[in-house]
């Protein structure tokens, strides 16, 4: 079956612009997580969507965004981008209810490599 | 949130075994130990989980002690493919957690042709 699918694999923008990324995740899977990582700071988690609902919000400024459709694609956008939003953003999407996910796997993308110059 | 402590770095020769270590002395009673990891230029990937038994599957064996304070991802046979991060993950049977992942440092690990 087809893997989680991020566009673009590649952006470059200026400070001050806005950007929007996109996951699609596996069918079937309704929640998709997005993740910033960094060198200085790793993997941090952005936040959850299920079922059309944000369920979960990591430690990141109003800046940043997230919607999820009905068919379970999800957008995140950063607004007034920043030097230090240079990143790659992952998005990881998992099977299961709302309650059964903590034993079932995430299946992450490849990335989307932002750059802000 | 449990935390996890791993090294930062292990080094192991093709062909061999390798055991990585991750201590979790916080460790709640119905956390499950997971561990994903990151290949050179891609998104992190599933290895293996487990509650409180040994586990087996295809890429990797998970030893978890008895008193569930530290887990061992065992690779049986390292391969030049199995260069990369390493991460032990604890997940927690909380309603809201869903599919939220905290990630560590992890254990960069390298491999000697």
């Known amino acids: 079956k087809a893997g989680v699918t991020q566009t673009p694999r590649y952006l470059i923008k200026t400070r001050g612009q806005q950007v929007t990324l996109s996951c699609s995740p596996i069918?079937?899977?309704?929640?998709v997580s997005w993740y910033q990582q960094t060198p200085g700071q790793g993997l941090q988690f952005l936040f959850e969507y299920f079922s059309e609902t944000q369920r979960n919000k990591g430690n990141f400024p109003g800046r940043f965004s997230g919607r999820q459709f009905s068919n379970s694609r999800s957008e995140m956008n950063v607004s007034t981008l920043e030097l230090g939003d240079s990143a790659l953003y992952l998005c990881?999407?998992?099977?299961?209810?709302?309650?059964?996910?903590?034993?079932?796997?995430?299946?992450f993308g490849q990335g989307t490599r932002l750059t802000v110059v | 949130d449990a935390k996890t402590t791993q090294p930062n770095s292990m080094e192991s020769n093709e062909e061999e075994p390798v055991h990585l270590p991750c201590n979790h002395s916080?460790?709640?009673?119905?956390?499950?130990i997971h561990w994903y990891r990151q290949l050179p230029s891609q998104g992190p990937e599933y290895v293996i989980h487990g509650l409180t038994s040994n586990v087996n599957n295809r890429m990797a064996s998970l030893a978890i002690a008895e008193d569930r304070k530290s887990s061992t991802l065992i690779l049986h046979r390292a391969t030049l493919r199995d260069a990369a991060v390493y991460y032990c993950?604890?997940?927690?049977?909380?309603?809201?957690?869903?599919?939220?992942?905290?990630f560590g440092q992890g254990t960069e690990l390298s491999v000697k042709p």
């Open positions: 993950i604890l997940r927690g049977m909380i309603y809201n957690q869903g599919g939220k992942l905290i």
């Open positions: 990881a999407t998992r099977g299961g209810g709302r309650f059964l996910g903590v034993n079932t796997e995430a299946f």
């Open positions: 916080t460790i709640s009673g119905t956390d499950y």
């Open positions: 069918s079937g899977h309704r929640s």
